[in-house]
């Protein structure tokens, strides 16, 4: 028991001087990648490096591979289905206005999904239908809910005001900016199902096994607190230090606009929400970047500043091994103070 807690609270310091750091510098690393980086630099040391599950170390790198890729993919497949079916057409207003609330129906369906497949179950809410299964239940009633928020929206845009020839440029962005609120909150969201679980895990470890005594279970409960900590930590840390990063995905790597970002931001959050309903600790971070190179290439190579993606992936190479030496130095130090 005393080597978990000494373990999983070095862990929680090596991930979070990491990110602090990298934070400051501007750097989007990954929060997924700095704790797990983390927890097997403790294993390795304070246990033995068969300690660690080598095999699940390698499927969680894979999904750092896959997810930006897969991201990367959808988001140009998105954008270049805008580009085909808005912007690249003289009426392209009235075309917005007609296809954005489809693109709004996918938000709302996919959100829906993963709150009926996955979250509800948690709080003890079980809707069923009688269609069949259960997942076939939650199609139909996140197909309801998709056309709600389509139609929701599709009143936020009879209020947008035109100035001007109304298929102009930013007419049409201003079309996709109300779009981009849906999106957002559909990112929030998929974030929060991911990264928070990653911040908010070793930490529900360690209450577990002091409450307990000393004994370690399999699984650990959940306290209220526990989560209102990590949700907390991310409303501060996004008032602090999240602009640094937010200029590092937002501007520097490519130019975005509201419609390159509405398809970024919904291909990053279906890509994490999906990973998220099948319990893999992919990277947030490397989904939302992943996207945003998809979208830069939709517009060719020379849209992308190469520089500032070199410094990127440089960050997440180091960021693996900087969380595991990190976490090696905390363990011994606490073992050394409280031990």
Known sequence: PELLVFGMLSALLAAATWLF???????????????????????????????????????????????????????????????????????????????????????????????????????????????????IDAMAISAVIGLVVALIGALFLRRIKVSGDMNTGDNVEKVFGILMIFTACGMAFAHGSNDVANAVGPLAAVVSTVQSGGVIGAKSAMPWWVLGIGAAGIVVGLATYGWRVIQTIGRKITELTPSRGFAAELAAASTVVLASATGLPISTTHTLVGAVLGVGLARGVEALHLPTIGAIITSWVVTLPAGAGLAAVFFYALSAAFG
């Open 21 to 135: 750091i990298a934070s400051i510098r501007g750097w989007p690393v990954s929060t997924t990648h700095s704790i797990v980086g983390a927890i097997v630099g403790f294993a390795a040391v304070g246990i033995s490096v068969d300690a660690v599950a080598w095999g699940k170390v390698g499927t969680i790198a894979a999904s750092w591979i896959v997810s930006p890729l897969l991201a990367g993919s959808m988001s140009f497949a998105l954008f270049i289905s805008v580009k085909n079916l808005i912007l690249d057409h003289d009426d392209s207003f009235e075309r917005a206005r007609m296809y954005v609330p489809i693109y709004m129906w996918m938000v709302g369906f996919m959100i829906s999904m993963v709150t009926l497949v996955k979250g509800l179950k948690h709080i003890g809410i079980d809707l069923e239908l009688g269609l069949g299964s259960k997942f």
